[in-house]
């Protein structure tokens, strides 16, 4: 077994035993559940599932057409003053960036919240080179000042009470101690607020590449995006391939979903469509704006016709909040940016399985997940493909690792009898997903028992088999 | 092999797709546009967006919404270029500065200003949500200063999203940034907290008006 393997265990078991920790979790994702509950149930969206169908069709046929839209997407960015950057991994964007930063003498930037800039460590890569990127959504903005990295993809700094932030705060803006958010909030504004006009660079992720529009579309609740967006002379958005979508018209389905899955809301509060840079007569807005779009791993997973799906998410953050696992063991031991189900998922994917074999294994197969995914992906079902994936290759003593991971999962669930007996039914109701019953501790299970699928062809035969048929 | 060949290739490769070739047939856009009357439309968007902690008024012509603007501000105001504003008076107000026609002078003018008013071009009812689209909106008035009051045309109220993409399909052919405004700048980032203002405005007041412009 390896240190990393050996330290891996040492911090879940911590995180399990931190009861501040896991009060803190436990409550955010609660009030974000319930919150959501009220806004998707059949009285206040009649058209909810409808709505899910919908998106669901469209990312498909996004993807299956990814080629053709990235080119038309190329086209009208273009056409409306923009440049479009390829990457095809993190060292690309940094690069770009960088260059274009010395180019324009740039020391300073600011940004807003962008898990996919957390993917590739964007911030290590620029500050080892001089510059100084500042995070602007408050949350990450804190996480930076403490030199910690987030924990949900939604609320980066779900595990911080309001005395650690008060701590974080005092200790590098030496400013007076204030433990109330309020006052915490304003003095991040005030911080915040002479970086955003002293920056030569904003940066920002995206929700949605919109191909006919050669538009990006940022949602967000506090303003920083906007502000990145609209007071440097430069924006660039960083943004992964798959967050196409066709046609502005589109984002009627998604933004009505995004919102709601996330935070219960009915819209974020700021909604940005941006095709391009400042026009003539416009006011103000960036002089330059670029788009960088970002592969990274992504073309590798477009090429299983199954487990194409995990790339329709749209990080609403619901599935983190459903999930049993991840309200237990909680965002900072899934390893990379990604946490909760969708990290169990794309990270394995992005990365390659041998690095962390155990991964596809953090999780009940409760279902919770795709129940509440407003796009309908299958996470359980992908996450049985690569968990087949993992015994097959048997990378780095990986069975016997991923049992033992497993293993823990299934430890403290059945110390929460209450939470055992739901993840039961809702797993037993999954038609051909095989539940808890197969997660019992029989020997060697792994290999010879929650492997096997419930279906006489395995997803993988059968994909074959469709492929050669001509799908 | 340049990223951009690499990607496009690698993307073709997974998908089994060539180099020029026609995508399958799109889904059909969901859009659905409920009939809603405009005064229960107007009731609505109220409801939405005073559960955000936003303010609606009411005013029957643009001289009425520019008194109810003269009750709100105190002090200095900044406000953008948006025609609607010079037909109110609100641009000759005392206090109330605009036509910033350089960005360093509009820049200064917002970070200072503790009002800023705009027009809006749009409301959606569904989600009490104004929207700015075009060339007259700066950006800043609308996001620096710690209160916003917009002036929204009441035949502008729209019902919902589906309706604003039904008239503008492709809203980058009117502008580089269209923005949908729902309620006040917030944060729930610590302990879930709810604090309002914190980067953008810690109010906003839209006043809804009657009167038709031709
Ligand atoms: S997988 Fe689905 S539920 Fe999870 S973050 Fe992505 S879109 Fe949301």
């Known amino acids: ?471 | 092999m340049t990223s951009r060949e690499q990607i496009l290739s690698d993307v073709r490769k997974a998908l089994g797709r060539t180099a020029g070739q026609a995508p399958a047939a799109q889904p059909k856009a969901r859009i659905v546009i409920p009939t809603i009357a405009v005064e229960e439309r107007v009731r609505l968007f109220q409801e939405r967006l005073e559960v955000l902690g936003g303010k609606v008024h009411r005013a029957a012509t643009y001289a009425d919404a520019a008194r109810v603007v003269g009750g709100l501000i105190e002090g200095t105001a900044v406000a953008s270029n948006a025609a609607v504003l010079r037909y109110a008076g609100v641009t000759a107000m005392a206090g109330v500065s605009s036509g910033y026609g350089d960005e360093p002078s509009l820049r200064a003018a917002c970070a200072s200003a503790p009002f800023g008013i705009t027009g809006a071009d749009y409301g959606l009812a569904e989600t009490g949500s104004i929207v700015t689209v075009g060339a007259n909106e700066a950006r800043l008035v609308s996001l620096l200063p710690p209160v916003h009051i917009a002036l929204l045309s009441k035949s502008r109220m729209l019902t919902g999203l589906d309706e604003f993409y039904t008239l503008h399909p492709r809203p980058a052919l009117a502008s580089a940034s269209t923005v949908f405004i729902t309620g006040p700048s917030r944060s729930a980032d610590i302990e879930m907290i709810l604090v309002r203002g914190v980067h953008g405005p810690r109010v906003i007041h839209v006043i809804v008006v009657d009167e038709e412009l031709i």
């Open chain 1, 1 to 471: 077994m390896s240190l990393i393997q050996i330290q891996q265990d040492e911090k879940i078991r911590s995180t399990v035993a931190d009861s501040k920790i896991q009060r803190a979790v436990y409550s955010a994702t609660a009030r974000l559940k319930e919150k959501r509950s009220e806004v998707v149930s059949a009285d206040a969206l009649p058209e909810y599932q409808e709505l899910r169908t919908q998106a669901n069709l469209i990312k498909k046929h996004t993807l299956e057409n990814l080629d053709f839209y990235l080119e038309e997407f190329e086209k009208n960015l273009t056409a409306n003053g923009g440049k479009l950057i390829w990457a095809r991994d993190g060292k690309e964007v940094a690069d770009f960036i960088l260059g274009l930063a010395k180019e324009r003498g740039v020391k300073m930037l600011v940004k807003s919240k962008s898990m996919t800039t957390e993917e590739i460590h964007l911030n290590d890569h620029l500050e080892a080179h001089g510059i100084d990127p500042v995070e602007t959504d408050l949350g990450e903005y804190i996480i930076q000042l403490a030199h910690d990295r987030p924990y949900h993809i939604v609320a980066p700094a779900v595990h911080m009470t309001r005395l650690d932030v008060a701590d974080v705060l005092e200790k590098n803006l030496k400013v007076e101690r204030e433990e109330e958010p309020e006052k915490q909030a304003m003095i991040a504004r005030r911080t915040l607020r002479e970086k955003f006009l002293a920056a030569g660079i904003g940066i920002s992720g995206g929700n949605f590449l919109v191909a006919d529009s050669g538009a990006v579309t940022i949602i967000e609740n506090e303003g920083n995006a906007r502000l990145t967006t609209s007071a440097p002379r430069i924006h660039i958005a960083v943004v992964g391939i798959e967050k196409m979508i066709p046609r502005a018209q589109d984002l009627a389905v998604f933004l009505k979903l995004l919102g709601r899955s996330g935070t219960g809301q009915l819209l974020t509060v700021y909604t940005s469509f941006l095709s391009g840079p400042r026009r003539a007569g416009d006011a103000d807005g960036p002089d330059e704006f670029y788009v960088v779009l970002m592969d990274n791993g992504r073309t590798r997973l477009l090429a299983d016709s199954e487990k194409r799906q995990s790339l329709y998410c749209i990080r609403c953050g619901a599935c983190l909040n459903a999930c049993p696992v991840y309200r237990k063991i909680g965002g900072h031991n899934y390893p990379g940016a990604y946490s909760g189900p969708i990290g169990a998922i794309i990270t394995p994917q992005y990365h390659g399985i041998k690095e962390n074999p155990w991964l596809p294994f953090a999780s009940s197969l409760c279902g919770a997940c795709a129940e509440v995914c407003p796009v309908k992906i299958d996470i359980p079902k992908i996450l049985l493909e690569l968990r087949k994936e993992v015994v097959e290759s048997r990378a780095a003593d990986s069975d016997s690792f991923a049992e033992r991971k497993a293993f823990q999962m299934y430890a403290w669930m059945m110390r929460k009898p209450k939470l055992y007996a739901l993840a039961g039914k809702i797993g037993s109701k999954l038609a051909g997903l095989p539940g808890l019953t197969s997660f019992g501790p029989a020997a060697k299970w792994a290999r010879t028992r929650e492997v096997p699928r419930p279906a006489a062809k395995s997803f993988r035969d059968e994909w074959r088999d469709r492929k050669k048929g001509g799908r």
